[in-house]
């Protein structure tokens, strides 16, 4: 009986530990990152951040709540940034998003920040989100923090027109 | 006395789209704009100090901050471009714009520390209400812009493309003042600069 109630414990935990582990990808070329969308989603948002970059962490949630409230029409992934500083590492990344239970997945940039900038014509201030259709095609994008509702109503019209 | 509270409300409420309004307005100065000239406190003697723009001499303005981790990656490669393009007449600026009434950080006593601490060999000056980083249409910490002689934008944009020494493709700052002091036009005189957002005095 304490043998099962010890395997029971164990296997909670790891269950516990392995619930929510974030899905981090390593990336150099910014051309990759489009593989990490799901063919079927009629919408994907890119948003790109860093841990070093307040407003980026304070609106991860919002993508979290995001993410589930709109399903599989709709797919999110992150594009991290913290590797643009020397000494960094994608182990801090991957702990933060396991902390915030974040599920959908995740770039860890290792290329070039200049190169990325450039594909994806962004000013270089971050965080920055932009939504493609399943094309790949810009139709919205977002300089600064979202505002949740706002970008929920967005992403609603952006769908409507799409079906 | 109800119509006061009124306009109250509404002079509260123009104040905030003005403010909205001026850093839409903000547009970054390009190649061959006039450089704004200032004057601003220089937090290691606590002096003001003026910048001509047209006064001869080969300028670099660089926007940068206490708190940004991407402009501190950057901090020991702007000390080495100082040290190095000083001694051929450049010289260097260094400007804190983000509001220091929110981050303590940026006060003018953690600049001065900071400065110190770091062997800042160029002033690091408060722009307390942002005008500077304003006029200059700066976004980011850090931001470059070179100016010449004669007060006109030459390069504007980041240091390197890269912090990381191993990942640099392009040394824009660097290669800019090396042309600009051999009588050449400077190749790549736009560049994407990367960073913190400035926090706005607003």
Same mark, same amino acid.
């Given at each position: 009986m304490r043998k099962f109630a010890r395997f029971a414990v164990t296997f909670l935990s790891f269950a516990a530990l392995h619930a929510h582990a974030a899905d981090l990808r390593a990336m150099? $070329?910014?051309?990759?990152?489009?593989?990490?969308?799901?063919?079927?989603?009629?919408l994907r948002v890119v948003n790109v951040w860093a841990l070093w970059c307040a407003p980026c962490v304070a609106e991860i949630p919002d993508f979290r709540a995001m993410d589930a409230a709109f399903g599989s029409e709709v797919a999110f992934a992150g594009v991290n940034m913290?590797?643009?500083?020397?000494?960094?590492?994608?182990k801090p990344v991957k702990a933060f998003l396991d902390k915030q239970k974040i599920t959908y997945p995740n770039v860890y940039y290792k290329g070039n920040a200049d190169s990325l900038g450039k594909y994806l014509n962004f $000013?270089?201030?971050?965080?920055f989100t932009i939504v493609y259709d399943s094309?790949?095609?810009?139709l919205w994008r977002q300089d600064g923090r979202i505002d949740r509702e706002q970008m929920i109503a967005k992403l609603r019209d952006l769908l409507r027109r799409k079906s | 006395m109800k119509k006061m509270w009124i306009l109250v409300v509404l002079l509260i409420a123009a104040i905030g789209c003005g403010a909205e309004e001026r850093a839409a307005r903000a547009d970054e100065l390009a190649v061959g704009a006039k450089a704004p000239a200032f004057s601003l406190v220089n937090?290691?003697?606590g002096k003001k100090l003026e910048m001509k723009p047209t006064d001869g001499n080969l300028k670099v303005v660089v926007f940068t901050c206490n708190q940004c981790p991407y402009a501190k990656a950057f901090e020991p490669r702007i000390i080495e471009l100082a040290k190095k393009f000083q001694n051929q007449g450049v010289r260097f600026y260094a400007i804190d714009p983000n509001d220091d009434s929110k981050y303590d950080v940026e006060t003018l006593a953690n600049m001065k520390a900071r400065a110190q601490e770091k062997d800042y060999p160029f002033p690091y000056l408060k722009d307390g209400d942002s005008s500077v980083a304003h006029a200059y249409g700066a976004r980011v910490t850090p931001h470059v812009f070179v100016v010449d002689g004669s007060g006109v934008i030459r390069y504007r944009g980041y240091?390197?493309?890269?912090?990381k020494p191993e990942d640099r493709k392009t040394t824009g700052l660097s290669d800019a003042l090396m042309s600009l002091l051999n009588g050449r036009d400077v190749a790549n005189g736009a560049t994407n600069a990367f960073g913190c957002t400035i926090k706005w005095k607003s």
């Open positions: 150099i $070329n910014p051309a990759e990152i489009a593989s990490v969308f799901p063919v079927a989603a009629k913290d590797d643009m500083l020397p000494d960094a590492s994608a $000013n270089g201030s971050l965080p094309k790949g095609k810009e | 937090a290691v003697d240091v390197d493309d890269s912090a």
